[in-house]
């Protein structure tokens, strides 16, 4: 399996609160993403980055912001947390970008109350 | 019309079966497909690519139709094991070098004994 882990697993906390997700490789690849998971939309992507410092937008990106400071780690904020952003968030990794499959992690199941 | 659409089953089919998805996509453009296996709570894994040509691994079969913009998944002998969700996945980009992938919301294959 692809060196990706994901912290934390679960977090559960309250509407307004912070909330920054990290996503950690070991596999040294240029492209990181992340994608929520919600029951009838399937993977929507959040945001992603091809590179230290370079990230872009993706198709639910409002409310989220990211950072990439270094290769192997790719954090997701959510500034101000509110319920529609519980969600099960995946990272995923490519070596190349578009035309390579990703590789996932296990996922952080976050609930905001 | 969703870029990529898949059939969310479930469909039940009894140890032995050959069961089979099909997925369409509406940008002609698309470059490279594939299909991944979830099992419930976990993350999405890679099952097979998905050529121009067809591809075989094992009991499971993956072709392309360009014309009519669909691929197919063909599992032949199900398992047990074989219950998941499957999604079809398609690179709907041209600058392959930064977009990322676009899943599918999934067919739910359910194997009885």
């Known amino acids: 399996d692809a060196g990706i882990t994901q912290s934390p697993r679960h977090k559960v906390t309250e509407t307004g609160t912070p909330v920054t997700l990290r996503c950690h490789q070991t596999e040294n690849h240029r492209y990181m993403y992340w994608y929520r998971q919600d029951p009838g939309h399937g993977l929507r992507l959040i945001h992603y980055s091809y590179g230290v410092k370079d990230t872009d937008k993706g198709e639910v990106s409002d409310g989220y912001s990211v950072s990439r400071s270094k290769t192997e780690d790719f954090l997701l904020t959510l500034e101000s947390a509110t319920s529609s952003q519980t969600s099960v968030y995946f990272c995923a990794i490519s070596e190349q970008g578009g035309n390579q499959p990703q590789h996932f992690g296990d996922g952080t199941r976050l609930s905001i109350l | 019309r969703k870029e990529v659409e898949q059939d969310p089953g479930p469909f039940n089919v009894p140890e032995g079966a050959t069961v089979a998805f099909n997925c369409t996509y509406s940008?002609?453009?698309?470059?490279?497909f594939f299909w991944y296996r979830q099992d419930c709570r976990k993350e999405p894994k890679l099952l097979m690519s998905?050529?121009?040509s067809g591809n075989e691994d094992g009991r499971f079969t993956a072709q392309l139709n360009r014309a009519s913009q669909y691929i197919s998944l063909l599992i032949r002998d199900s398992k047990l094991s074989d219950s998941a969700t499957y999604l079809c996945v398609v690179n709907p980009h041209m600058d392959t070098g930064r977009r990322a992938l676009t899943f599918g919301s999934g067919t739910r294959l359910q194997v009885q004994p």
């Open positions: 998905v050529y121009s």
């Open positions: 940008n002609s453009a698309s470059q490279s």
